[in-house]
């Protein structure tokens, strides 16, 4: 069965610097969710999309952004980047109008800034 | 304030063995809980999910339970394998129709031969 896809599944960057996280989610799902996972630390909820608008907000700053497009994929962009921000992000999607409120985790991004 | 809280914080066993790792939860309202298996590095990955009416579910070895009175919830895990060495992690959805999950701060299994 298909699965949540992210790229890149690596990434190092310097500080300061921008990137740009993608996520492609189970066809069918219309929601999108992004979690930011520190060293030994529980996902923090960022933000999740639903039909290509935003529907919830957590702790994402505001160096970051992100967007849902028209195939439903999703983009995280993240700009200035700090040391603060290396950590796992993870994507899930689910189907929300098709009542499947089950979320379902892709692969994870791991962002390195150096 | 919504916390769920997971102990034992981290725990090792044999190969072979049973364990049993518990979730307390301070979510309110209660729309359902789920437990999913993080290995390292990875996304976690669903095991259960019970709404309040459920008291237990199984998923192969893993079996949850649930009482939405106390507001606690288990998974046991039978005749543990190595590839079982994992987190795990309890996370409660806190509203109805809705997908926002608080997560607790996981249980790190290890398992040994």
């Known amino acids: 069965a298909a699965g949540v896809i992210q790229s890149p599944r690596h990434l190092i960057k310097e500080k300061r610097e921008t990137a740009t996280l993608k996520c492609y989610p189970i066809?069918?799902?219309?929601?999108v969710y992004w979690y930011q996972q520190g060293p030994g630390q529980d996902p923090q909820f960022l933000i999740s999309?639903?039909?290509?608008?935003?529907?919830d907000k957590g702790s994402i700053p505001d160096r970051f952004s992100a967007q849902q497009f028209s195939d439903y994929h999703s983009e995280l962009n993240m700009s200035s980047l700090e040391l603060g921000d290396s950590a796992l992000y993870f994507c899930?999607?689910?189907?929300?109008?098709?009542?499947?409120?089950?979320?379902?985790f892709g692969p994870g991004t791991r962002l390195t800034v150096t | 304030k919504n916390q769920v809280e997971q102990s034992p914080q981290s725990l090792i066993i044999l190969e072979g063995k049973n364990c049993t790792l518990q979730?307390?939860?301070?979510?309110?309202?209660?729309?359902?809980l789920r437990w999913y298996k993080q290995d390292t590095g990875r996304g976690p990955v669903s095991l259960t999910i019970m709404t309040f009416s459920e008291n237990t579910k199984s998923n192969g070895r893993y079996t949850a339970t649930l009482d939405a009175d106390t507001k606690q919830s288990s998974l046991h895990i039978t005749a543990s394998q190595l590839s079982d060495s994992a987190s795990y992690i309890c996370?409660?959805?806190?509203?109805?129709?809705?997908?926002?999950?608080?997560f607790g701060t996981g249980t790190r299994l290890q398992v040994f031969p």
């Open positions: 066809p069918r799902h219309d929601t």
């Open positions: 999309f639903y039909e290509k608008m935003q529907s």
């Open positions: 996370v409660v959805s806190g509203s109805y129709n809705t997908d926002k999950l608080i």
């Open positions: 899930a999607s689910s189907g929300r109008t098709s009542g499947t409120y089950e979320q379902y």
């Open positions: 979730c307390n939860y301070t979510v309110s309202p209660f729309s359902n």
